[in-house]
């Protein structure tokens, strides 16, 4: 069983920067993928980021490579979320997600979320 909580979101204006946390709860932290994914309003809930327990690769969405990067703390039990050059389209709630298969995360088909958290950019 893993548990998830994000923090972190906000209100910014573009070309800022956010740094999203979600700290993960159970001894099996450390074997599940993690990723990210947003939903803006009237949208479905698409991909952003996600990285693989195993050797840490990473892997983005088109939208957001080169501004966004993903990390995780094993020890601490928390995935990150850095988003720089942050654009209005953005906006969203932002999701973590996880899963023992990266690609399952990737077609949203992830054992467990988080509750969200709201990221806003102004222009």
């Known amino acids: 069983q893993v548990q998830l909580v994000e923090s972190g979101g906000g209100l910014v204006q573009a070309g800022d920067s956010l740094r999203l946390s979600c700290a993960a709860s159970?001894?099996?932290?450390?074997?599940?993928?993690m990723g990210w994914l947003r939903q803006a309003p009237g949208k479905e809930r698409e991909f952003v980021a996600g990285?693989?327990?195993?050797?840490?690769?990473?892997y983005y969405a088109d939208s957001v490579k080169g501004r966004f990067t993903i990390s995780r703390d094993n020890a601490k039990n928390t995935v990150y979320l850095q988003m720089n050059s942050l654009k209005p389209e953005d906006t969203a709630v932002y999701y973590c997600?996880?899963?023992?298969?990266?690609?399952?995360?990737?077609?949203?088909?992830?054992?467990?979320w988080g509750q969200g958290t709201q990221v806003t950019v102004s222009s």
């Open positions: 990285i693989r327990w195993s050797d840490g690769s990473t």
């Open positions: 159970g001894r099996t932290f450390s074997r599940y993928c």
């Open positions: 997600a996880a899963d023992r298969v990266l690609s399952k995360v990737v077609r949203g088909e992830y054992e467990y």
